[in-house]
């Protein structure tokens, strides 16, 4: 099973920007997303790409966030600008929309002034 481990979270002011990095154990196919969640919500599914470089945002993160996989290197990003106070949340890399039982730690983002 691949494993994942994500980093680059931290403490921002709103308006801010981080990137985030996400290493996979393999190669994979798949389509893979950053996930994130707050405190108190469940785990919603932010961003996504295919092998192929398509994308998916969800409505609360488009035009703020982009996305982006190395293929290569078995890598993903994501680009956060304009960081606002709801992006407050642990943020995850899995398979999208059929994610995989393994979780890694996370990273945690913290918007706040």
């Known amino acids: 099973q691949l494993q994942l481990v994500e980093s680059g979270g931290g403490l921002v002011q709103p308006g801010g920007s981080l990137r985030l990095s996400c290493a996979f154990s393999?190669?994979?196919?798949?389509?893979m997303g950053w996930y994130r969640q707050a405190p108190g919500k469940q785990r919603e599914l932010v961003a996504d790409i295919a092998l192929d470089g398509t994308t998916n945002y969800a409505d609360s993160v488009k035009g703020r966030f982009t996305i982006s996989r190395d293929a290569a290197k078995n890598t993903m990003s994501l680009q956060m600008n304009s960081l606002k106070r709801e992006d407050t949340a642990v943020y995850y890399c899995n398979r999208a929309g059929d994610p995989y039982d393994y979780w890694g730690q996370g990273t945690q983002v913290t918007v706040s002034s």
């Open positions: 393999s190669f994979t196919l798949h389509v």
